[in-house]
């Protein structure tokens, strides 16, 4: 079984522990401070998925940017790095050059990571850390910490991740080779993230909008051989729209960090019908450390 496969499996164990730590004292925003969160890849799509939650849930102003493209000049109350490797240039660079003014924590599976000399607090999630490169289980073991930390009450979709990993897979991937994910509010976020696990572990075409964007030229993409999987959406019609080009739509409404879950499996199983191991992308490493 590759580790990718067993990382997944483990999510509602971490989870769990995950849950556990937010009852904790951490160094997590507190509710009405403008708060920045940064990241590289699926650490930066979790920060948009948190960003969607905490503002959209009264918390505060939350803005999510790739490190690379913070905003200077802006003025928060607190940064929150998002690192599984802890080891990622443009994350490091960026907490290099802050106003040591700003309280800055980072969240990371390596405890001792370079990240840990550049920021004033670090929450660790050993148990969370992988030996694929592909991340799966860190990015929603983040997510259900900084979830929980908001007040969610998340025992429902452990239980329902429990579920799905019993299932079979909605859709045989390779009946598509083109998938697009659309989301609405946070799982815009998590739409970004589906696409790339596909992209990542099984060199997939693939493609990520909010819902209501769809419409707005992308769609001309779709056909047959597309499978458009709407994670939520403000307009239930979308979903006949895509369906009149003839391509395939899931609909879901399970919790969309559980329906990541199910992505990641067909992420895997798509690689593993392409005779690709999904652990090892091609060009990828599991951070990206520049010179
Ligand atoms: C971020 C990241 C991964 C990506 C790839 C390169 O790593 O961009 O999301 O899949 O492996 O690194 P990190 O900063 O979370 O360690």
Same mark, same amino acid.
């Given at each position: 079984?590759?580790?990718?496969?067993?990382?997944?499996?483990?999510?509602?164990?971490?989870?769990?522990?995950?849950?556990?730590?937010?009852?904790?004292?951490?160094?997590?925003?507190?509710?009405?401070?403008?708060?920045?969160?940064?990241?590289?890849?699926?650490?930066?799509?979790?920060?948009?998925?948190?960003?969607?939650?905490?503002?959209?849930?009264?918390?505060?102003?939350?803005?999510?940017?790739?490190?690379?493209?913070?905003?200077?000049?802006?003025?928060?109350?607190?940064?929150?790095?998002?690192?599984?490797?802890?080891?990622?240039?443009?994350?490091?660079?960026?907490?290099?050059?802050?106003?040591?003014?700003?309280?800055?924590?980072?969240?990371?599976?390596?405890?001792?990571?370079?990240?840990?000399?550049?920021?004033?607090?670090?929450?660790?999630?050993?148990?969370?850390?992988?030996?694929? &490169?592909?991340? $799966?289980?860190?990015?929603?073991?983040?997510?259900?910490?900084?979830?929980? /930390?908001?007040?969610? =009450? !998340? *025992?429902?979709?452990?239980?329902?991740?429990?579920?799905?990993?019993?299932?079979?897979?909605?859709?045989?991937?390779?009946?598509?080779?083109?998938?697009?994910?659309?989301?609405?509010?946070?799982?815009?976020?998590?739409?970004?993230?589906?696409?790339?696990?596909?992209?990542?572990?099984?060199?997939?075409?693939?493609?990520?909008?909010?819902?209501?964007?769809?419409?707005?030229?992308?769609?001309?993409?779709?056909?047959?051989?597309?499978?458009?999987?709407?994670?939520?959406?403000?307009?239930?019609?979308?979903?006949?729209?895509?369906?009149?080009?003839?391509?395939? &739509?899931?609909? $879901?409404?399970?919790?969309?960090?559980?329906?990541?879950?199910?992505?990641? /499996?067909?992420?895997? =199983? !798509? *690689?593993?019908?392409?005779?690709?191991?999904?652990?090892?992308?091609?060009?990828?490493?599991?951070?990206?450390?520049?010179?």
């Amino acid at each position: 079984m590759s580790a990718i496969a067993q990382e997944i499996a483990s999510q509602p164990s971490c989870w769990r522990q995950a849950i556990d730590l937010a009852a904790g004292v951490l160094p997590l925003p507190a509710d009405g401070e403008r708060v920045a969160v940064v990241g590289c890849g699926t650490s930066l799509f979790i920060a948009r998925a948190y960003a969607g939650l905490r503002e959209s849930g009264g918390g505060g102003d939350t803005d999510a940017f790739p490190a690379s493209e913070f905003p200077t000049g802006r003025r928060y109350d607190r940064l929150v790095s998002i690192s599984r490797s802890g080891t990622t240039t443009e994350v490091l660079r960026l907490l290099t050059s802050l106003d040591a003014a700003i309280p800055t924590v980072a969240i990371t599976a390596v405890a001792d990571a370079p990240i840990r000399g550049l920021v004033q607090a670090v929450i660790p999630l050993r148990f969370a850390d992988e030996r694929s &490169v592909v991340q $799966t289980r860190f990015a929603t073991s983040t997510l259900a910490l900084l979830r929980a /930390r908001l007040g969610e =009450a !998340l *025992a429902p979709v452990v239980a329902d991740c429990e579920r799905a990993l019993g299932l079979a897979l909605p859709h045989d991937p390779t009946g598509f080779d083109h998938f697009v994910f659309l989301g609405h509010g946070w799982s815009v976020g998590i739409a970004e993230e589906a696409g790339l696990k596909l992209r990542e572990a099984a060199r997939a075409h693939t493609e990520a909008y909010p819902a209501m964007e769809y419409r707005h030229g992308p769609i001309s993409l779709a056909g047959p051989r597309s499978l458009v999987w709407i994670l939520a959406s403000p307009d239930p019609s979308l979903a006949e729209d895509v369906r009149a080009t003839g391509a395939t &739509v899931r609909v $879901t409404s399970l919790d969309a960090m559980v329906e990541l879950v199910v992505v990641q /499996r067909m992420a895997v =199983a !798509l *690689a593993e019908a392409r005779g690709l191991d999904p652990d090892r992308p091609r060009h990828l490493s599991r951070s990206v450390v520049l010179s």
